[in-house]
């Protein structure tokens, strides 16, 4: 790995910081069409369409004004690290999102099984998140900021109360390239909601699907209630294992394709994702794919 720079250091360690207070807070910027349509009359048609050229649409660039100014980013915050966040910010359209198969074909009830709960959460019109995993192949790294301009539900599974798995906008990109490589016999590692073996049973090029799950409450749930509404069940099957147990059997080798999802982020991944890589060797005829990888080599790497 490259050694970075004081330069890079310090917009990581600002992008650490933003990305923190949009974890800790739920920033959002209250606005309306009118608040929108006074702001741009504070600027000349040349100016806006300056703005427009260097940060994107108008909207995008009120919004994440408002919260630099809201929350002070600016004070901590180097002009570089403010320019690639304009640079890196969207408005995600709701019609498209919600057009995703999963979240177009899966009805999501709300209930509970011991201290799993499975339910709906909710972006607020003008609500900061992170659309994207940051790139950190990138020169830079910032956080992709990104909100919608409408309110927007997304499937949810809580564990005592806490969020521990959506189907947000953050989770479909980074399964992109894992879902477009996945081919043959299939084990999957971590259940969740499913979005993966869902997205990957569409494929004809994928036969069947062994998910390996250790929490029965989550198996019970995802059997009850999102299963029944997949149209490729009939490929997948959910075993209640310990996933390094089940690398230990002689049912794993019977595989083409890995694909590890164990972790809610890069800090907690980074153990488990040194632990998976030494299975790799004992299983020569097996693809191996992480979820956020690029991610686990910066934090594992340093």
Not at 53 to 62: L, N
Request: glycine fraction near 6%; charged fraction near 25%; include cysteine.
């Amino acid at each position: 790995m490259s050694i970075r720079t004081e330069k890079q250091n310090a917009v990581l360690t600002e992008g650490a910081r933003i990305a923190k207070i949009i974890a800790d807070r739920a920033p959002t910027v209250d606005y309306t069409p009118a608040m929108l349509d006074q702001a741009r009359g504070f600027y000349t048609p040349e100016d806006i369409a300056a703005v427009e050229q260097r940060y994107g649409e108008f909207e995008t660039f009120f919004v994440l004004t408002s919260f630099i100014q809201d929350y002070k980013i600016d004070k901590f915050a180097s002009s570089l690290t403010q320019t690639l966040l304009y640079r890196n910010a969207r408005r995600l359209d709701k019609q498209t999102f919600r057009a995703n198969p999963y979240l177009a074909e899966v009805k999501i009830p709300t209930v509970s099984e011991g201290r799993f709960t499975l339910t709906e959460s909710r972006y607020g019109r003008g609500e900061l998140f992170q659309y994207a995993i940051p790139d950190f192949r990138a020169e830079y790294t910032v956080p992709k900021i990104g909100f919608f301009s409408q309110p927007v539900r997304f499937p949810t599974i809580c564990e005592g109360g806490v969020p521990w798995m959506s189907v947000c906008p953050s989770e479909i990109t980074s399964m992109q390239a894992p879902i477009g490589d996945a081919e043959g016999a299939v084990l999957v590692l971590g259940l969740g909601l499913g979005y993966y073996p869902f997205m990957i049973s569409r494929n004809e090029r994928v036969r069947r699907i062994t998910v390996i799950e250790r929490a029965p409450e989550v198996i019970r749930l995802f059997r009850e209630h999102l299963l029944p509404q997949f149209p490729y069940r009939d490929k997948i099957e959910v075993i209640e294992a310990d996933a390094f147990d089940y690398l230990g059997t002689e049912e794993a080798r019977a595989f083409d394709f890995c694909f590890a999802d164990l972790w809610q982020g890069a800090g907690d991944g980074a153990p488990l994702y040194r632990r998976l890589k030494e299975y790799e060797s004992k299983f020569y005829a097996m693809r191996f794919s992480y979820w956020i990888e690029d991610a686990l080599k910066f934090f594992t790497e340093g």
